[in-house]
């Protein structure tokens, strides 16, 4: 048996051979698959190197897209944020600026009117005070001339008794005068004085 270990029972093939395996024929058959084999497994590897070498590509391609991509995002979001920074400010400060504008125009128009109706009240004063002294005054006409009147009503009263007064002092006079010439003529006294 050239091929091995002889056959076991009723021809079955020795254990761990079969024809297949012939030494001559496995040598041409084990070189052409073995090349076959290898040149498949060398393009497979090729295939594997280049399919990793692009899976590499194409995953460093995406990272550099997703750090472009997420940089770009960054930057407006950055931008974003700083611009609407910029105008909340700038909103804040022409809010400050227009209430400031606003609270000093009211102030202004405030004093304005303070002043006027300071002015107005001290005019009023004014004239009140002036129409109080020539009220005064007028009384104090009215009271000269009533005094005046009243003096001049006393004079007359008083000279008027002064008159009577004389009058009667007169008439006493010539009453007693003819009562004493009566007697001296007469002789008698008749009434007595």
């Given at each position: 048996?050239?091929?091995?270990?002889?056959?076991?029972?009723?021809?079955?093939?020795?254990?761990?051979?079969?024809?297949?395996?012939?030494?001559?024929?496995?040598?041409?058959?084990?070189?052409?698959?073995?090349?076959?084999?290898?040149?498949?497994?060398?393009?497979?590897?090729?295939?594997?190197?280049?399919?990793?070498?692009?899976?590499a590509?194409f995953?460093?391609?995406?990272?550099?897209?997703?750090?472009?991509?997420?940089?770009?995002?960054?930057?407006?979001?950055?931008?974003?944020?700083?611009?609407?920074?910029?105008?909340?400010?700038?909103?804040?400060?022409?809010?400050?600026?227009?209430?400031?504008?606003?609270?000093?125009?009211?102030?202004?128009?405030?004093?304005?009117?303070?002043?006027?109706?300071?002015?107005?009240?001290?005019?009023?004063?004014?004239?009140?005070?002036?129409?109080?002294?020539?009220t005064?005054?007028?009384?104090?006409?009215?009271?000269?001339?009533?005094?005046?009147?009243?003096?001049?009503?006393?004079?007359?009263?008083?000279?008027?008794?002064?008159?009577?007064?004389?009058?009667?002092?007169?008439?006493?006079?010539?009453?007693?005068?003819?009562?004493?010439?009566?007697?001296?003529?007469?002789?008698?006294?008749?009434?007595?004085?």
């Amino acid at each position: 048996f050239p091929y091995g270990r002889e056959p076991v029972g009723k021809g079955q093939a020795a254990a761990g051979l079969s024809e297949d395996l012939i030494p001559g024929v496995a040598a041409v058959d084990g070189f052409a698959t073995g090349f076959a084999a290898g040149f498949l497994a060398t393009a497979f590897l090729a295939a594997g190197f280049a399919a990793g070498f692009l899976a590499a590509t194409f995953l460093a391609a995406g990272f550099a897209a997703g750090f472009l991509a997420a940089g770009f995002f960054a930057a407006t979001f950055f931008a974003a944020g700083f611009l609407a920074t910029a105008f909340l400010a700038a909103g804040f400060l022409a809010a400050a600026f227009f209430t400031a504008g606003f609270l000093g125009a009211t102030f202004l128009a405030t004093g304005f009117l303070a002043t006027a109706f300071l002015a107005a009240g001290f005019l009023a004063t004014t004239f009140f005070a002036a129409g109080l002294a020539a009220t005064f005054f007028a009384a104090g006409l009215a009271a000269a001339f009533f005094t005046t009147g009243f003096l001049a009503a006393t004079f007359f009263a008083a000279g008027l008794a002064a008159g009577f007064f004389a009058a009667g002092a007169v008439a006493i006079f010539f009453f007693t005068t003819m009562v004493i010439l009566l007697n001296k003529l007469t002789g008698k006294s008749r009434f007595f004085v």
